[in-house]
Each structure stands twice: as structure tokens, then as C-alpha cells.
């Protein structure tokens, strides 16, 4: 499981990269929660707003870099529109969570944690989400649909692509996210 480094948003957009290091005096030791900052305002991790960051500080950008990639609560693009969890945990996975898993990356061209190049789908593999009677089951947006088929989860994601929001039809065991392990 990769470590990860979330927080709440912690300062106003207009601070800017001088107004993030002057609140942690800086201190590069605070590095991390300097780019939480940044990634709570932006939604991700912009280049430029990290070279800045790199220069402000006189920490190399490779450093900067490195502990981007290496956290997995860190992006370095912007999200999508809508977010697709999908879970590759055992149980999911006897039942056709792979299957699901291919289909979705082959029809929206999306990676496991990257985003489809129209900018709609943030695609993230998880492992077991606590669902596992609803099996294979994928998060969109927060709401559960469980019962997937490769059809059933493509046809989903095809109306909330054309339409921006899921639909009743192919909802099985919805409930609200309560969070999820990363792989
Ligand atoms: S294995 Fe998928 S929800 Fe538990």
C-alpha cells in the first residue's frame, strides 16, 4: 500500500506559492503540506506552481517531483470530471473486476489513475472497498453500483459521459462512499 498525505484546505488561492512557504516560515521541512496547499487550491499538483515552489524553497525539483509520484494522494493533472472507483480486491476480482477493469480503460482510453484524454474520467483502481457483497462493485461520483457487468459498468459510464450523471437503471446497492485502501 503506498503512503499517503491528505489534508484539508489550509489557505486562500490569492497567497499564492509566496503566501504557502511565508505560512510555514520556510521551512522545507514542511515541503509536503506546502504542496497539499497546492493541490487543496488547484486540485492537483500544476507544474509551474511546483517549479515556483522548487525555486522559492532551493529544493531541487527532482525532490519535489519524487515526493509528487511517490504519494499516492498527490496528482499531477488535473482531475476529471468525474471520478470512477473501481474495486480490484479479491472478491471483485473472481468476479470479473479485470474484465471491468480493461473495458473501461479500452473505451474511455484512460490508464489505472490517470484521466481520459476529453477530460471526463479520473480512473482509480482500489483494493477492497467494503462492499464485497455487492460484487464487482465501482464508485462513481460517490454513489456504489454494484452487480457490474463489463456491459453494465461501460453502459453506466457512456450515459454519465452523455449525460454528466449516473442513471437509476444500472444502480444496484447504492450508499454513500465512506472511503476506500489504496493498492
Ligand atoms: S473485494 Fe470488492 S468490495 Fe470487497
Redesign the pocket.
Known amino acids: 500500500m503506498r503512503e499517503t498525505a491528505e489534508t484539508p484546505k489550509l489557505f486562500a488561492p490569492a497567497e499564492g506559492i509566496a503566501g504557502i512557504v511565508d505560512r510555514y516560515g520556510g521551512d522545507r521541512d514542511m515541503l509536503i503540506p506546502m504542496m497539499q496547499d497546492i493541490q487543496a487550491d488547484f486540485g492537483y499538483l500544476p507544474r509551474e506552481m511546483l517549479k515556483e515552489l522548487s525555486e522559492s524553497l532551493c529544493v531541487p525539483f527532482s525532490r519535489i517531483y519524487s515526493i509528487a509520484t511517490f504519494y499516492a494522494s498527490f496528482r499531477l493533472e488535473p482531475p476529471g470530471e468525474h471520478r470512477i472507483t473501481l474495486?480490484m480486491?479479491?472478491?471483485?476480482f473472481l468476479k470479473g473486476a479485470d474484465r471491468i477493469s480493461r473495458a473501461i480503460q479500452r473505451e474511455f482510453s484512460v490508464g489505472p489513475g490517470g484521466t481520459s484524454p476529453d477530460g471526463k474520467f479520473t480512473f482509480c483502481p482500489v483494493n477492497?472497498?467494503?462492499?464485497?457483497a455487492?460484487?464487482?462493485?465501482m464508485v462513481v461520483d460517490g454513489e456504489y453500483h454494484g452487480g457490474l457487468t463489463v456491459d453494465l459498468a461501460v453502459n453506466l459510464l457512456r450515459k454519465i459521459a452523455d449525460a454528466g450523471k449516473p442513471t437509476e437503471a444500472t444502480r444496484n446497492g447504492k450508499k454513500k462512499e465512506r472511503g476506500s485502501k489504496k493498492k
Open positions: 474495486c480486491g479479491t472478491v471483485c477492497c472497498l467494503g462492499a464485497c455487492l460484487a464487482p462493485v
